[in-house]
């Protein structure tokens, strides 16, 4: 029977989140390939693969506290910063690509913003004020 | 046994880089591109973890930092030039 130390015991704990993130990362390349339209590959861009890396640094920031007594403030800054922007990213991909009018799966059922934002006259509507901005730069 | 664990990992995030790499090649419209850029540099990111891990160094954990601002500044630059074809906005000015 192997007895193993706390240090080793913990060492294995960021050894097995670096697997975890791995194995994550291949789930969330598989579903970039194989969803239908950019909205819905956008989920498996932002969420999973956020995941994926938040658990890859938080692996390598126990890793190296453990092994070499060293708290890394640059890898608690790359996980803080990338846990910030990677929604913020995948937020104006999208917003992007319906303005630019890339269209949804067949299958993706109704879609009401498309009359409110394409359609009609937009300075009348109450609603189109957040789209004001947009429709004079166009 | 910890090596080759983590060879396997790096394994898995390179096999996923080369997935996001036929997707933006085929990809029918460029917020796909945008999207699959995104994704590998944060994938990037990990990879240059694990390889600091395997050469027990301190010295790439800048890179990490860099890499991911690089990354989100690229996609910010990438979803305005969809959006509107220009990237600085200089209307605001005056």
Do not use: Q
């Not at chain 1, 938040?54 to 790359?78: K, N, P, T």
């Not at chain 1, 799966?105 to 004001?132: M, P, Q, R, W």
């Not at chain 2, 050469?55 to 800048?62: D, N, R, V």
Request: proline share 2%.
């Amino acid at each position: 029977m192997l007895s193993l130390t706390a240090k080793e015991i913990l060492e294995w704990v960021a050894i097995l989140l670096v697997l975890f993130a791995s194995i994550i990362s291949v789930i969330s390349a598989f579903g970039m390939i194989k969803l239908p339209d950019v909205y819905t590959r956008s989920h498996a861009a932002t969420k999973s693969s956020t995941l994926a890396v938040l658990a890859c640094l938080l692996g390598a920031f126990i890793y190296f506290w453990v092994h070499d007594g060293y708290v890394s403030i640059r890898l608690i800054l790359g996980i803080i910063f990338v846990f910030i922007t990677a929604p913020v990213a995948g937020h104006l991909v999208c917003r992007a690509a319906y303005r630019a009018r890339v269209p949804l799966a067949k299958n993706s059922g109704e879609d009401e913003l498309k009359s409110i934002l394409f359609d009609g006259d937009i300075g009348a509507t109450t609603t189109a004020v957040l789209a004001n901005e947009d429709v004079e730069n166009k | 046994m910890k090596e080759t664990i983590l060879l396997l990992a790096l394994t898995f995030f390179m096999i996923a880089i080369a997935l996001l790499l036929y997707r933006v090649i085929i990809g029918p419209s460029m917020p796909d591109r945008a999207i699959a850029l995104d994704t590998i540099g944060v994938n990037l990111i990990s990879a240059i973890a694990i390889i600091s891990i395997l050469l027990s160094t301190k010295a790439f954990l800048e890179a990490i930092l860099i890499l991911g601002i690089l990354a989100f500044i690229g996609t910010i630059a990438f979803s305005k030039f969809i959006e509107r074809g220009v990237i600085v906005d200089r209307k605001g000015d005056s």
